[in-house]
């Protein structure tokens, strides 16, 4: 299992990050993490992903310039830094997480077979 922490309101234009644990054991377990987000009345919207062997990372194009995912040395968290926040980005945010073994990573809801509860972000003035 993986878990959720660091979400918040804050205002537009604030910053949050998130962070994204094993429930027992390194993430580095894991192969690949993902971060998703789901607003009210939406689908589910792949964010930013990392290869926690091979560093490779990727991101949706709605938020590559404001968000950054990245992993502590100690392999124990991945982290999502959300920069520029606006209140569009309101929704619930999860981790996944895969065991299978790759080179890069995926942004496909199907990729990841565990899941975070969520953490809430609410950007709003």
């Known amino acids: 299992q993986v878990v959720e922490s660091g979400g918040g309101s804050v205002q537009p234009g604030g910053s949050l990050r998130l962070s994204c644990a094993a429930s027992s054991g390194p993430v580095t377990d894991y192969y690949t993490i993902a971060w998703f987000r789901q607003a009210p009345g939406k689908e589910r919207e792949g964010l930013a992903c990392?290869?926690?062997?091979?560093?490779?990372?990727d991101y949706a194009q709605s938020i590559q310039d404001r968000f950054t995912i990245s992993a502590d040395n100690a392999g124990n968290t991945v982290f999502l830094q959300m920069n520029s926040l606006k209140p569009e980005d309101n929704a619930v945010y999860s981790c996944a997480a895969s065991r299978l073994a790759a080179r890069s990573c995926s942004l496909r809801i199907v990729s990841y077979p565990t899941w975070g509860q969520g953490t809430q972000v609410t950007v709003s003035s």
């Open positions: 990392i290869n926690l062997r091979s560093g490779n990372t």
